[in-house]
């Protein structure tokens, strides 16, 4: 059985910051492409980054480019998902997710495609 166990969301200021954790059970962090969806209330679940099994490929939603970071540690299963200069449409649940597909196709696929998802982490940015 995979899980996927998000951590570090909260309420912050806009301008703030928070790095959000997604612990994955087993070989599927570091077999898999990982990265993280959002959705907003009334809104649809969206892409935000991906990062490749080895680390060495990663992807952004455009809106979020130059303030979000996502790396991963793949000896000790996690993912992480460094979030800077947060607006307050940066609100949403975020979703950490591992999927077999090439990462860099993530953006253009429908959410009911992807392998595993975690339950997901409230993200509050305050005006």
């Known amino acids: 059985q995979v899980q996927l166990v998000e951590s570090g969301g909260g309420l912050v200021q806009a301008g703030g910051s928070l790095r959000l954790s997604c612990a994955g059970s087993g070989r599927v962090v570091s077999e898999y492409a990982m990265g993280w969806f959002r959705q907003a209330p009334g809104k649809e679940r969206e892409f935000v980054a991906t990062?490749?099994?080895?680390?060495?490929?990663?992807y952004y939603r455009d809106s979020v480019k130059g303030r979000f970071t996502i790396s991963r540690d793949n000896a000790n299963h996690t993912v992480f998902l460094q979030m800077n200069s947060l607006k307050p449409e940066d609100t949403a649940v975020y979703y950490c997710?591992?999927?077999?597909?090439?990462?860099?196709?993530?953006?253009?696929?429908?959410?009911?495609?992807?392998?595993?998802w975690g339950q997901g982490t409230q993200v509050t940015i305050s005006s």
């Open positions: 990062i490749s099994y080895s680390g060495n490929r990663q």
């Open positions: 997710v591992a999927d077999r597909g090439a990462p860099g196709t993530w953006d253009q696929r429908l959410p009911n495609g992807f392998d595993y």
